[in-house]
């Protein structure tokens, strides 16, 4: 299995809100308000980077850290050596012996006594399998730190669906037993199994909800991917329009970014088109390379898998761009009925299919393709494909590509709604219509936003509003109160905000009937009417 670890403390960049919340949650608890967390996301997002930058830098001296990783199953040297960094730093003893891994449990029986009967029963326990007695070991860790220490502590499980996998009987009331009766530890959790997470949240741990706060960690922003790759590529000179290529294909995910920009600063001397087409081909083409055996592992353990191979012209359709279900009728779609999503990778929402991650996408079509098939494609020749097609980014439209867009957004967003034709997608559990526009007019533009009047085929009308930039309130209640006597006259109204805007500014919209679209739902609509992503993007004639 590819091993993919945190990043180093010294090189995490970025979720300063999210640092800021793990140290609010902190604080109210160390003050008598217990909130536990649960922190989801997709696997490669940043979680566990997150934790164990909070551990080493940002918690306080009141919580003793225990951390319990159960992505591999249980992994006695693991648990202990993190224990023993836990201790060796709360007793400020300086590391000078520590250097056999084998030995931590010796040197924790040696340095901390009153531990010694709990790591005996853990290492007997895992020697005859029985992880029942080791969970029951280590939810009793809490009690000893308070007795020796009369510190409470900050208990940490990573991915703890891993539970699973170590067969503990009954592990979700075992766990939610602890979480609700042990007032010595404030419980993190840990999972890359969104929608799983949250089901369990909401029936086994349905008691707890009203205590367990949930961090959803999604992928950075354009300008905090920015940010980071110019930090992490550091003095290499930079073109900014391949820089914007970059954004665009590694899709504000950190562990692209992380890998990328890394391999980037160690190998060029310029980040230029012929650069990005060098760091793609080592680390995406070539079958050596970390992404392409990290995109086969995933796909080789999607559940499903041992069918797939019935499915791969749909698969393959949608990586092209064909993503309207009703285009794809000729195709065996049922992989995607079954609710099979490839690891995440793959989307179905309402009347359409997508493929979410741009380089996974590549691979798909230039990488895993070609090898399976045994076509004669040459890197070379792959290359020069994946060029043209990155080159077709300028017409298209994502929350990655504003900064170069900004002429042409109005126009993207005219053609955009001219392509629905009666489709539904799905928004947060709801279904809604996209409908079938005879025409769409500007209505008025200033420097602040656009407006648009959709008139639909079968009649009505929508009102459509973009704004260009970030917008303050009192700009949007003088857009509202201009249009007051004719916001009843439209059956939608649409705000589609390419800026972020404060929870009040966007509260005033939504009370006036305005359904809201961020860049990131825009981009999926894109994506989903062939109007944008790399492989379709320049395809709005």
């Not at 319990?68 to 003893?93: D, M, V, Y």
């Amino acid at each position: 299995m590819i091993k993919i670890g945190p990043v180093s403390l010294e090189k995490f960049l970025g979720r300063s809100s999210e640092l800021k919340r793990l140290g609010k949650i902190e604080s109210d608890y160390i003050k008598g308000y217990r909130r536990n967390l649960a922190i989801i996301g997709d696997w490669g997002i940043g979680k566990t980077s997150l934790v164990l930058k909070y551990i080493h830098q940002g918690v306080g001296e009141e919580l003793f850290p225990i951390y319990l990783n159960l992505e591999e199953g249980f992994l006695k040297e693991s648990f202990l050596g993190f224990l023993l960094f836990s201790l060796r730093r709360l007793a400020k003893i300086e590391a000078t012996h520590f250097t056999n891994v084998i030995d931590v449990g010796k040197i924790i029986e040696s340095e901390f006594p009153f531990l010694g009967s709990l790591v005996r029963n853990i290492e007997t326990a895992q020697k005859n399998g029985n992880y029942e007695i080791i969970l029951k070991a280590i939810f009793n860790m809490p009690k000893a730190i308070k007795d020796n220490f009369d510190k409470n502590c900050l208990f940490v499980i990573d991915e703890f669906f891993g539970f699973e996998k170590c067969k503990v009987r009954s592990w979700p009331k075992v766990l939610r037993e602890h979480i609700m009766l042990d007032k010595h530890a404030l419980f993190v959790l840990i999972s890359s199994d969104t929608e799983k997470s949250k089901a369990m949240l909401n029936s086994e741990f349905s008691l707890l909800f009203g205590n367990f706060e949930i961090i959803e960690l999604n992928r950075f922003s354009c300008n905090e991917s920015l940010d980071f790759a110019k930090k992490r590529i550091g003095g290499i000179k930079k073109e900014e329009k391949v820089l914007d290529d970059l954004l665009f294909l590694t899709h504000g995910m950190p562990l692209y970014l992380d890998l990328l920009t890394n391999w980037m600063r160690d190998n060029l001397s310029v980040l230029d088109r012929e650069g990005l087409m060098l760091t793609i081909k080592e680390n995406l083409l070539d079958n050596k390379g970390f992404l392409y055996r990290y995109f086969q592992e995933k796909l080789d353990l999607s559940p499903g898998m041992e069918r797939f191979q019935e499915f791969l012209p749909f698969v393959m359709e949608v990586a092209r761009g064909n993503t309207k279900k009703k285009n794809l009728k000729k195709k065996n779609f049922s992989y995607a009925e079954y609710n099979y999503s490839m690891n995440g990778f793959l989307e179905k929402n309402g009347s359409f299919y997508r493929i979410k991650d741009p380089l996974f996408r590549i691979w798909l079509l230039y990488a895993y393709k070609p090898d399976l098939m045994g076509l004669k494609l040459g890197l070379e020749d792959r290359i020069d494909f994946i060029s043209e097609e990155i080159e077709k980014l300028n017409n298209g439209f994502s929350g990655f590509r504003i900064r170069s867009l900004k002429n042409s957004l109005n126009a993207i967003i005219e053609k955009l709604f001219l392509k629905f034709e009666n489709e539904f997608i799905e928004l947060q559990g709801r279904r809604k219509l996209l409908p079938k526009f005879a025409s769409i007019e500007v209505k008025s533009e200033n420097e602040e936003y656009l407006i648009l009047e959709g008139s639909k085929l079968k009649g009505g009308k929508w009102l459509i509003v973009l704004f260009h930039s970030k917008i303050e309130e009192p700009s949007v209640y003088k857009l509202l109160s201009s249009l007051k006597e004719d916001l009843n006259c439209y059956s939608q109204k649409v705000g589609i905000l390419i800026s972020d805007i404060d929870d009040n500014t966007q509260s005033m919209l939504k009370t006036k009937g305005f359904w809201i679209w961020d860049s990131l739902f825009v981009t999926k609509l894109l994506e989903f009417y062939g109007t944008s992503g790399i492989f379709n993007a320049g395809c709005m004639e």
